[in-house]
DNA sequence: TTATAGTACCTTGCGATACAAGGTATTATA
DNA sequence: TATAATACCTTGTATCGCAAGGTACTATAA
């Protein structure tokens, strides 16, 4: 029975949305995010992650600035476009469309 | 900007659940499941489907059984088996998990 | 009887993407 | 000066949804 596996399917798709209403409330750099989705209940990879901010970067969807830290190399804090902001609003309603069609199918 | 393709890829890892979830209350056979996920608003192709039908029976949580038509060819109608039950309860958790992600992230 | 349309099942090839593993660069500390 | 820690990124693999194409059976019309 591989429901490890279709557990972590489900949680797939949702990764884009739960990044972005993350990075809505304020900047991250990686490490932040993956630290906050934890928090969340939802384990990021970096080899997820890193592709998936450039990729939201590229669609211009997300900007980015560099800021010096003082524990280390500078980081890259990650913000939501104009383009991201209206992404997301149209993301909020496919998750309430996904939401009534399970609650629909539980009857 | 492809929102199309986030949205798809959120619902993706949802139908593996939502077509355990329509099995739970009924028996059905491909076509019937493809209708009643699009009157739940989750639109299914053919090509995903049936690849999907047959990994969860390979699994063992899926059985069926040959049904005859009175119009046309004889059909196969999916029955989720007691692992697909359970499997069924462990995806619930998962559901309840993910919703209560998002809402957390929502604040 | 034969041809056509409808229904139902399945497979192949492609693209997208999460993840594991490995790599590079910068900074702080011993 | 070497090591550890932090941070960024890339490559290779496996999975999976989807579009397109294919086979087979049944009913209907010519």
Redo the contacts between chains.
Sequence with gaps: ???DN?????????L???IM??LH?QSCYANDIIQRLRE???IVMEGTLYPLLSRLKN???LGYEWRESTQGPPRKYYTLTA?GE??LR??DA??E??????N????
Tied chains: 1, 2.
Excluded: P
């Design positions: 029975m591989n429901t279709t557990k972590s399917q489900m949680r797939k798709g949702m884009e949305y739960c209403l993350l409330r969340a209940e939802m669609d211009g969807l383009d209206e992404a149209q993301l496919s998750w469309e996904i939401s009534r069609t399970v629909f199918l539980k009857q």
